[in-house]
């Protein structure tokens, strides 16, 4: 039985989930285009990066360890600058990882570079589980702690602006992909490697462009993550895999269907958890989820068969 209150409430937050997943996303098919492999050390670096956000400005009086032997020294910073020194790390991180992965490893093959990737994501995650053992933390949010109310939804500040940032992302992205020089270049760095290098493209200089605003995405994506639910590996990698889940949705090359793939994602999940068909339990909401994904990417698949015979035809 539908509860109309609760369906509505359900709406507006899988928009801000798929708007967080959506992030992560745009990041994920970004670094592919520019590298033909899938970053999974994205998720280690938007676990980083959240880890830093939180140490900045935690009260350390609220966090897990305090009074015990686990205390962690946490800082009490404005939010807006351990924004920035997060997307900071971002960057940096990922811009070792593309000078290794396109670089040393240019010419490996894609699996063994993927394979890479998750390795670094293990990486990451181990040094910040040693920097902060056994922390599962509650993070402020840089939007405060205000409320709305949408379309009957109590709505946080900080899912307004989640969503405010993903739609402020994708103009500017479609401007420079189809307005700009660079967009160009990208465009023919995705469709063809060796024919822009060819042309005289600086394939290596854009791809860690690409790379290095890809790491600010993943960094931002970590940060505005945590706030929705808790600091922890576990969280932010189960986070990593909704983004990935939308990216497959649009084979890893295509934006639009990318987002759509993870308001998707955010739609189901958000009306699987919050009651809209009655109560689900949580090994049930993975296997609709995952259901949903074999049926967009078959509808997908399917859809460039029907192109690719018309094209014959």
């Known amino acids: 039985m539908f509860d109309p209150f609760i369906v509505k409430a359900s709406l507006v937050t899988g928009v801000a989930l798929g708007a967080l997943y959506g992030i992560l996303a745009v990041?994920?098919?970004?670094?592919?285009?520019?590298?033909?492999?899938?970053?999974?050390?994205?998720?280690?670096?938007?676990?980083?990066?959240?880890?830093?956000?939180?140490?900045?400005?935690?009260?350390p009086a609220r966090t897990s360890g305090h009074g015990t032997n686990l205390a962690y020294?946490?800082?009490?910073?404005?939010?807006?600058?351990?924004?920035?020194?997060?997307?900071?790390?971002?960057?940096?991180?990922?811009?070792?990882?593309?000078?290794?992965?396109?670089?040393?490893?240019?010419?490996?093959?894609?699996?063994?570079?993927?394979?890479?990737?998750?390795?670094?994501?293990l990486i990451f995650?181990?040094?910040?589980?040693?920097?902060w053992p056994g922390a599962f933390e509650i993070v402020p949010s840089p939007f405060g702690r205000g409320r709305v109310t949408i379309w009957g939804a109590n709505v946080s500040h900080h899912q307004i602006a989640v969503i405010g940032i993903l739609v402020f992302l994708v103009i500017v992205l479609h401007f420079v992909v189809t307005r700009t020089k660079t967009g160009v270049q990208m465009r023919a760095i995705s469709d063809d490697v060796e024919a822009a290098e060819i042309v005289g493209?600086?394939?290596?200089?854009?791809s860690m462009g690409v790379w290095c605003?890809?790491?600010a995405l993943a960094g931002l994506g970590g940060v505005l993550l945590t706030p929705m639910?808790?600091?922890g590996a576990s969280v932010v990698l189960f986070v990593l895999i909704r983004?990935?889940?939308?990216?497959?949705?649009?084979?890893?090359?295509?934006l639009p269907l990318a987002l759509l793939g993870a308001m998707l994602f955010g739609q189901v999940e958000a009306h699987t958890a919050g009651g809209t068909f009655g109560k689900i339990s949580s090994g049930w909401r993975e296997?609709?989820?995952?259901?949903?994904?074999?049926?967009?990417?078959?509808?997908?698949?399917?859809?460039?068969?029907?192109?690719f015979r018309l094209a014959e035809t």
Not at 201 to 206: D, N, Q, S, T
Not at 289 to 303: E, S
Request: proline content about 3%; charged content about 15%; some cysteine.
């Open 27 to 59: 990041g994920l098919v970004l670094s592919f285009r520019m590298s033909r492999m899938v970053a999974f050390v994205h998720g280690g670096i938007a676990l980083c990066s959240a880890f830093l956000y939180w140490y900045l400005t935690a009260d």
């Open 73 to 121: 020294a946490t800082k009490e910073w404005p939010k807006a600058p351990a924004v920035i020194l997060a997307m900071l790390l971002g960057v940096g991180l990922a811009a070792l990882f593309a000078w290794v992965a396109t670089g040393r490893m240019a010419n490996w093959p894609r699996v063994t570079v993927t394979t890479f990737a998750l390795g670094g994501m």
């Open 125 to 131: 995650t181990g040094i910040t589980q040693e920097i």
């Open 201 to 206: 493209i600086p394939v290596r200089k854009v």
């Open 213 to 215: 605003l890809s790491g």
């Open 229 to 231: 639910t808790r600091l």
């Open 243 to 254: 983004s990935l889940a939308g990216a497959v949705l649009g084979g890893f090359r295509s």
């Open 287 to 307: 296997v609709i989820l995952m259901a949903v994904l074999f049926l967009g990417v078959l509808l997908v698949v399917r859809r460039k068969r029907s192109q």
